[in-house]
């Protein structure tokens, strides 16, 4: 029997810590209670799943939109749900973050956008959405201190979030030097194959669509005002779990709520679906706006039904999609 790897070990460690974490949390703050309050929301729940799917889902489908060139483009509805997609399979499949990413850029190609353009659109975008969140980060935390007189956190906050804009900073660096094409070739030279020269072709490629959806500087600036409304709006819905919750539903809170939470999941991105972390997150900012610790923990769960609610039909459908595929590729190759 094969012995698993050290990023499989990793990644169990990982997960059984979130786990414990989450049941630690969960027994301290009374599951009776924390049940009844996520009962208490009733309907609301739904709405909560409807507001995200049209509203955030839809302006960050838009935000993707707006860089890929006219020429390339697909229709907004198209994107649409490939973002969904995508975004079904970064939250509930343990394959990183960035493994919807790579889904919704495989779909563009696949209805027509070129790969280096599809691929390079959503590394771009994926960049700029880094930026575009530190901003709201610091909107968030600007926020909360005005509300609550608190500033012990303000330093490690803006010191991780400094130190999160270098690394995309370098990325973004690295992306301008032609990365793809280095790599590519590094691999080539491993290889001693002139059979995996294309995957040097394939790197200058994308190197030369991402550097091309950099200079289209209305195109980024548009991207990044879009992404910045769809963090904002995006608090929309913990507005509406707060309400039916019975919580103080101020735009403020919520503005708080979503910011800080986002902040400390994406911090903690190696745990899978940040769980046990988003929940402390919802608590320790909860605490800090005067909610009760049930009430902050039936908020993080009001976000997972929503996740689940979404995800599983959004990974149901990519399975569904590259099912066909496989099968009409079987099916022409016996023909043959």
């Given at each position: 029997?094969?012995?698993p790897?050290k990023?499989q070990?990793?990644?169990?460690?990982?997960?059984?810590?979130?786990?414990?974490?989450?049941?630690?949390?969960?027994?301290?703050?009374?599951?009776?209670?924390?049940?009844?309050?996520?009962?208490?929301?009733?309907?609301?729940?739904?709405?909560?799943i409807a507001?995200?799917?049209?509203?955030?889902?839809?302006?960050?489908?838009?935000?993707?939109?707006?860089?890929?060139?006219k020429?390339?483009?697909?229709?907004?509805?198209?994107?649409?749900?490939?973002?969904?997609?995508g975004?079904?399979?970064?939250t509930?499949?343990?394959?990183?973050?960035?493994?919807?990413?790579?889904?919704?850029?495989?779909?563009?190609?696949?209805?027509?956008?070129?790969?280096?353009?599809?691929g390079?659109?959503?590394?771009?975008?994926?960049t700029?959405?880094?930026?575009?969140q530190a901003?709201?980060t610091?909107?968030?935390?600007?926020?909360?201190v005005?509300?609550?007189?608190?500033?012990?956190?303000?330093?490690?906050?803006?010191?991780?979030?400094?130190?999160?804009?270098?690394?995309?900073?370098?990325?973004?660096?690295?992306?301008?030097?032609?990365?793809?094409?280095f790599?590519?070739?590094?691999?080539a030279?491993?290889?001693?194959s002139?059979?995996?020269?294309?995957?040097?072709?394939?790197?200058?490629?994308?190197?030369r669509?991402i550097?091309?959806?950099?200079?289209?500087?209305?195109?980024?600036v548009?991207?990044?005002?879009?992404?910045?409304?769809s963090?904002?709006s995006?608090?929309?819905?913990i507005?509406?779990?707060l309400?039916?919750?019975?919580?103080p539903?101020?735009?403020?809170?919520?503005?708080?709520?979503?910011?800080?939470?986002?902040?400390?999941?994406?911090a903690?991105?190696?745990?899978?679906?940040?769980?046990?972390?988003?929940?402390?997150?919802y608590?320790?900012?909860?605490n800090l706006?005067?909610?009760?610790?049930?009430?902050?923990?039936a908020?993080?769960?009001?976000?997972?039904?929503?996740?689940?609610?979404?995800?599983?039909?959004?990974?149901?459908t990519?399975?569904?999609?590259?099912?066909?595929?496989?099968?009409?590729?079987?099916?022409?190759?016996?023909?043959?």
């Amino acid at each position: 029997m094969k012995a698993p790897s050290k990023v499989q070990l990793t990644f169990y460690l990982l997960a059984f810590a979130g786990a414990a974490l989450f049941t630690a949390l969960l027994i301290r703050e009374g599951a009776p209670q924390v049940g009844k309050a996520v009962a208490s929301a009733g309907w609301a729940i739904i709405l909560v799943i409807a507001y995200h799917l049209l509203v955030p889902v839809f302006l960050d489908t838009v935000a993707w939109w707006v860089l890929i060139p006219k020429s390339d483009r697909l229709p907004v509805r198209k994107l649409f749900w490939m973002r969904w997609i995508g975004e079904s399979v970064s939250t509930l499949v343990p394959s990183a973050a960035v493994g919807g990413d790579i889904v919704r850029a495989r779909l563009a190609a696949i209805n027509g956008v070129p790969l280096s353009v599809s691929g390079a659109s959503v590394l771009v975008d994926i960049t700029l959405g880094v930026f575009t969140q530190a901003g709201f980060t610091v909107l968030g935390l600007a926020l909360l201190v005005a509300a609550t007189g608190q500033k012990s956190f303000v330093r490690p906050t803006l010191f991780g979030t400094f130190i999160g804009i270098v690394a995309v900073g370098g990325f973004y660096f690295a992306q301008r030097l032609g990365m793809f094409r280095f790599l590519g070739l590094i691999i080539a030279r491993l290889a001693s194959s002139p059979e995996w020269q294309s995957l040097v072709q394939s790197g200058e490629a994308l190197d030369r669509a991402i550097r091309a959806l950099y200079a289209r500087r209305r195109g980024v600036v548009v991207c990044c005002a879009w992404t910045m409304v769809s963090l904002v709006s995006g608090s929309g819905e913990i507005w509406i779990a707060l309400h039916a919750l019975g919580l103080p539903a101020t735009v403020v809170n919520a503005l708080i709520l979503q910011s800080m939470a986002l902040t400390i999941r994406n911090a903690a991105f190696a745990v899978p679906a940040g769980l046990g972390v988003q929940e402390g997150g919802y608590l320790f900012i909860g605490n800090l706006l005067g909610i009760p610790g049930d009430a902050a923990f039936a908020l993080s769960l009001i976000s997972r039904v929503r996740e689940l609610a979404l995800g599983i039909p959004g990974i149901i459908t990519w399975q569904v999609i590259e099912g066909r595929r496989l099968l009409r590729a079987r099916s022409v190759a016996a023909a043959e």
